[in-house]
């Protein structure tokens, strides 16, 4: 059945009752069907003669008539409803695409491998818990003490966002992670939307001295990229990816986007899904916002939207007085040593290992040519 037909019996099917309001997305459903449900998921008494009156006789006969003609007949029609809703968005993007196509008009290929993969992606899947591997841990190791031994790792299919202000050694953890991970034979892939791929080549290679048989398991794209192609990438990818790092957030809205809260939350909302459909870690950097004028950086510092807060499983802020010349006091909380940076723990949503109770901070060694350190120690909040 279609998008037509299943958007009739199931607007009958509340009709009748058999059908709660809650289980379906009026946008599914085409007019004036769609209209009939939000009244009925609006109203708190109604009939079927206010039904009537607000749409009209035969829609509303014809909807009770479909339903009638499917009593007896099992199947979980908001279920098919939504998968032939999808079906019916994707067919209508992909044919406009394809006359974009025709024309010799450019097409964003991200978008369009981002609306095919919807087609399995947004399929609802219950499962009963009895059918359901337990994870025992949320954590996947980064193979860098600092953040493995005190915080557990990276949030396994999760997004984690690291703030700073610029200069304080965002990049260098991002490249740090990586080589890391190259050296334990594990894929990474990082989309370097600042640096150039020379400029990151070089930057790793004063970082961690990589042998060629490692080096090939970080692969780079310096193309300023959306994030929907960001995820699309990522899946051509043949080997599994154990992290995906994204350099920067704000440069992912391409061409003329404007830069506003709404936008910047939809990038930290792909991304997330993203990490849960690819099952793979996302590491985001930030800038700060203007209201951050220096001191300790707080998670409300982050640029744009307190959507990171609500989204990422981890966020991390970087605290480096020694990297650049502008008032950064942490007001005694943490100690400034020359030779140290700090990675401030803002939100964990899975708890950490360090168990301070609280925020905390561990302090690394830092080097403005080599980078970050191999070791951490813990200081509360």
């Known amino acids: 059945m279609n998008r037509d037909e299943l958007s009739v019996l199931v607007a009958g099917k509340m009709i009748e009752g058999k059908i709660a309001p809650s289980a379906v997305d009026a946008n599914d459903l085409i007019s004036p069907y769609k209209q009939i449900v939000q009244i009925i998921q609006r109203e708190k008494s109604w009939d079927i003669n206010y039904l009537v009156q607000q749409t009209s006789y035969y829609v509303v006969d014809q909807a009770v008539l479909a339903a009638k003609n499917v009593d007896g007949l099992p199947a979980d029609w908001p279920r098919l409803l939504r998968d032939s809703a999808i079906m019916d968005d994707v067919g209508e993007y992909l044919e406009g695409a394809a006359k974009h196509l025709r024309r010799g008009e450019r097409v964003e290929p991200g978008e369009i491998i981002q609306k095919a993969y919807r087609l399995a992606g ?39 966002v690291v703030g700073a202000p610029p200069g304080t050694g965002k990049t260098s953890f991002l490249i740090k992670l990586a080589c890391c991970a190259a050296e334990q034979n594990k894929k990474c892939m990082l989309f370097s939307m600042e640096m150039t791929g020379g400029q990151l080549a070089y930057r790793a290679r004063q970082i961690h001295k990589l042998s060629k048989k ?32 994204v350099d920067f957030a704000e440069l992912m809205l391409v061409g003329n986007m404007e830069r506003t ?40 510092h982050l640029r744009y939207t307190g959507m990171a807060e609500a989204l990422a499983s981890l966020v991390l802020l970087i605290y480096n007085k020694g990297a650049i010349f502008v008032k950064q006091d942490s007001g005694g909380a943490l100690p400034h040593v020359k030779g140290k940076a700090w990675v401030i723990v803002g939100k964990s949503r899975y708890g950490n290992v360090a168990r301070q109770g609280g925020r905390f901070a561990i302090q690394v060694g830092w080097d403005g040519a080599k980078g970050w350190g191999d070791f951490g120690t813990v200081h509360a909040l």
């Open 214 to 245: 490692f080096q090939k398991n970080i692969l780079v794209c310096d193309d300023i990229m959306s994030p929907a192609s960001v995820a699309s990438m990522a899946t051509l990818v043949d080997d599994d990816l154990w992290f995906i790092g």
């Open 122 to 160: 947004d399929l609802r899947a219950i499962s009963p818990l009895s059918k359901l591997k337990p994870e025992s841990s949320p954590w996947q190791p980064t193979f860098w003490q600092p953040l493995d031994a005190h915080v557990g790792g990276l949030p396994v299919s999760g997004l984690t």
């Open 261 to 300: 809260e709404g936008i910047m939350a939809e990038v930290y909302q792909t991304l997330v899904r993203a990490a849960k459909q690819l099952d793979t870690p996302i590491v985001l950097i930030s800038q700060l916002n203007r209201q951050y004028q220096g001191g300790l950086p707080q998670i409300s």
